[in-house]
């Protein structure tokens, strides 16, 4: 069982974590951990593993978040039937837009993947009558069997559950043919392309996936918050999932997750410093570049290796 | 019949012509040699084949079928692998991930069963773990079967990609110099390998400078200059051949 021992380590940490969380506060910023280090997982996938980059993932996490939203509340489905519902929409607009982007390459598809997000976000803000604007509107709660999800400490086990299916997944499908193609289309196109790999389908097909993955989890944060506003979708959101793929390491699961809790408790970390927090967290993430310009997990990875 | 037949085949380059009017045909079986000074078009000839350039004219059958412009991913189907001059090997992989690439159709390469490790799935990845492993032996790479790509020498990785081209199983294996940048030993081991690769019933279409091995090893030769064919047959026919001569040494005054 060698293969599973990080899996295991973090469902070990996962079942401590709740003894050492004193309050709801805590619980929130871990429960946020969690659903940023699912997200990224999908996003490593696309951009680790495969190569590729999209600079509109928030976009895809803002169409699952107001599924959530909009479905239940103006047309009576229940939160899950809206949670799959609004994974199909994002994976069909993926899916739809897949082709003629990944004909780009390098910058221009940064370019097209970015525009696609903020076109999505711009979506949500201006039609009011649907999404409630720049104001955003209120998320039902989630119910299951008469039983209403409430409070930070069930969600704990819910995201935390989600996160180690999650991992557990994405290690498989890296390690599976499937994976492998993804891999060796970003080692060498060309050479993917000989042994038989149908490159743009492969690109489509993760792009669709992960898109997918962020969807669920948009509606699983707004079910989670019971809210949405259209910062969501927005364009820092996706630079903030790129970078927590970067800071952890590209093409590294762990380091997804890693990357995740990182940036996402480094803001609550530096909120005391006021008015030098955004500049403290660019002097951070600068250093990273810098110096570990693999991501934390792969570079401390190698280190240990070497060591030994 | 010809395993593969090549006829009018051109390339333009804008106002360049890589490739014109070339045709040849490649018995099954044989070794099958393009030779040429540089700029000569081989390696064109070669991406015209297998798929990776779209001819300007001409044609390409392949047992009979038309194959000219079919995408590479679909002639790795109809059994077409190739190796490439400057190396393209998966360095974020390991050796023998890179060697289990090659064997990608053979496999069932969904995308859920692979996200829950279907037991099927993983069974046939360990049957063919083993089977990259022996081919990576064949190839004389045992001792590389644990190691990363990006941590073996040049000469390996130029066996490591005829390891992955046989993998597909090939009815034709396309080798694009693959004895370039070798000291002799290794390329007197190339030599054998190409050899027994060809008595193992894979008809191989070889690219190479080293004139000692080509004529060694080669049942036919085609000579390529400026893009056009210049000359084909045996060994000693091509030697023989004035206008071979003069492309190569220059024309006597």
Redesign the interface.
């Known amino acids: 069982m060698k293969r599973q021992r990080g899996l295991f380590v973090l469902a070990a940490v996962l079942l401590l974590l709740p003894l050492a969380l004193p309050n709801a506060f805590y619980y929130d910023i871990v429960i946020r951990m969690m659903i940023n280090a699912v997200v990224v997982l999908g996003l490593n996938l696309l951009m680790g593993f495969a190569g590729q980059i999209s600079l509109g993932h928030a976009g895809f996490f803002g169409i699952g978040a107001y599924a959530a939203a909009i479905l239940p509340t103006r047309y009576g489905w229940h939160p899950l039937a809206a949670m799959l519902g609004g994974a199909l929409l994002t994976a069909a607009l993926a899916a739809l837009v897949a082709r003629p982007i990944f004909r780009l390459r390098g910058h221009y598809l940064a370019m097209a993947t970015l525009g696609l997000g903020i076109i999505i976000a711009i979506v949500l803000k201006n039609e009011g009558a649907y999404t409630g604007g720049p104001d955003g509107m209120a998320v039902p709660a989630l119910g299951l069997f008469g039983f209403a999800l409430d409070g930070e400490k069930q969600w704990y086990w819910v995201f935390a559950a989600n996160l180690l299916f999650s991992v557990w ?1 994405c290690r ?2 890296v ?7 993804l ?2 289309l ?3 196109e ?10 743009a389908r492969y690109k489509a ?1 993760i792009f669709v ?1 992960s898109a997918f993955f962020a969807s669920i989890m948009g509606s699983l944060s707004a079910d989670y918050v019971g809210f949405v506003t259209p910062n969501v979708a927005d364009f820092f959101h996706s630079i903030e999932l790129v970078t927590m793929v970067v800071v952890g390491g590209m ?1 590294s699961i762990f380091g997804s997750v890693v990357g995740a809790v990182l940036l996402t408790a480094l803001p609550q970390a530096l909120a005391t410093l006021e008015g030098w927090e955004t500049v403290t967290f660019g002097a951070i993430l600068m250093l990273f570049m810098i110096f570990l310009p693999r991501g934390l997990v792969p570079t401390l990875a190698a280190r240990c290796w070497r060591s030994r | 019949m010809a395993l593969l037949e090549v006829s009018a085949l051109s390339k333009a380059f804008g106002g360049v012509m890589a490739v014109q009017d070339v045709a040849f045909s490649v018995d099954a079986g044989v070794v099958y040699s393009v030779i040429g000074p540089n700029g000569a078009g081989k390696t064109t000839l070669f991406n015209l084949i297998t798929g990776v350039y779209t001819p300007s004219g001409g044609d390409i059958r392949l047992d009979g079928e038309a194959i000219a412009g079919v995408a590479p991913h679909r002639l790795a189907q109809k059994g077409v692998a190739r190796t490439f001059q400057n190396l393209q090997v998966c360095m974020n992989l390991t050796a023998l991930e890179n060697v289990m690439l090659g064997a990608h159709l053979a496999l069932d390469r969904n995308l859920l069963k692979g996200l829950f490790r279907a037991p099927g799935l993983t069974r046939a990845d360990a049957a063919l773990r083993d089977r990259a492993a022996e081919l990576m032996r064949y190839v004389g790479l045992d001792a590389y079967r644990a190691s990363a790509a990006s941590a073996m020498p040049y000469g390996a990785l130029k066996r490591l990609e005829i390891a992955r081209a046989l993998a597909v199983q090939p009815r034709i294996l396309f080798l694009d110099e693959p004895a370039a940048g070798l000291n002799p030993k290794e390329t007197t081991e190339i030599d054998a390998l190409v050899r027994k690769i060809a008595d193992s019933g894979i008809t191989v279409v070889l690219v190479e400078h080293d004139m000692k091995m080509v004529m060694n090893i080669s049942d036919r030769i085609l000579v390529l200059d400026y893009g056009k064919k210049l000359a084909e047959g045996s060994a000693r026919e091509v030697r023989r051949n004035p206008a071979v001569i003069a492309a190569y040494l220059g024309k006597a005054a």
């Open positions: 997944a498989n499908l390690d599976s043919p499937f994976g492998r193609a891999r060796a970003h080692g060498s060309i050479a993917a392309q000989v042994v038989g790999v149908d490159v097909a996936f093409a």
